[in-house]
């Protein structure tokens, strides 16, 4: 018969395992892992597709030959990829300067100016329905780990959140990737020889496909239905490629009648 402390060890260990099977659960469930980038390739995604196939539709109505289309499509792609992964980068690199800015702020306050930190935690505690016994309890507890007061003040008093920031270089390459992957989905019939008057419509058909695959992805960071979410892409990114092609044949018509 096992002894009472084997047993125990045993216990200890499966409640460990039970618990952290539970936390990958949640994990999954609030997507904390996956759903980290998740944003910026779908967001990504979405402007690729929309914004090359304006471009092919444009070129397109305009009657441009199928090499124009690709250099003004792969122009786009990489342009205004690279804007996009930029732009993104360098938002999540002010941020994350700013979170740690305040962070400095607040931890220079709680050392120099401690009588003022005191009362506005009490305020907050207050505002949340703490009172009492309840209330010196719980500004004991917060007021006694600097790094844990600091964390409090972060998130009750600015509105700062800053667990699950992810590395700013990776947020711009996964919104640059995913930009560049989808919005060479409209230009992959042109690269083929030979398709004739197929061209538009098989990229028509093909784009078409990949809006709705991809607005049907936000439906993993949006609590929407994914019919819904891949539909809404899909008539966003017909609105733009119907003004795009009437741009283009308007231009056309303008540009002949003045020739």
Known sequence: MPSPELELKKMQLLAKRENRD???????????????????????????????????????????????????????????GLSMGIGNYLGRKSEEA?????????????????DVEIAETREILQERGFNGHDLDA?????????DKWIDFMMRDELGIIE???????????????????????????FLIPGLGSLTLPLSILFTAATLFVSGALRARVYPIPWWRAGLEMLIVGS????????????????VSSIR
């Open 138 to 146: 719980a500004m004991r507890v917060i007021t006694a780990d600097e």
């Open 98 to 114: 700013y979170n740690k800015g305040q962070r400095e702020k607040e931890r220079f306050e709680i050392q120099h100016l401690r």
């Open 22 to 80: 539970k936390k990958q659960l949640e994990d999954i469930y609030h997507q904390r892992t996956s759903g980290l980038y998740l944003s910026d390739m779908i967001f990504g995604a979405n402007d690729g597709i929309v914004t090359t196939f304006a471009v092919v539709a444009g070129a397109s109505g305009a009657s441009l030959s199928p090499i124009v289309v690709i250099i003004l499509g792969f122009a786009n792609l990489f342009g205004d």
């Open 163 to 189: 667990e699950q920031q992810g590395s700013p270089l990776t947020h711009g390459v996964a919104t640059f990737a995913a930009f560049a992957a989808a919005g060479l989905v409209p230009l992959l019939p």
């Open 239 to 254: 609105l733009a490629a119907i003004a795009a092609f009437t741009i283009g044949k308007l231009g056309e018509g303008f």
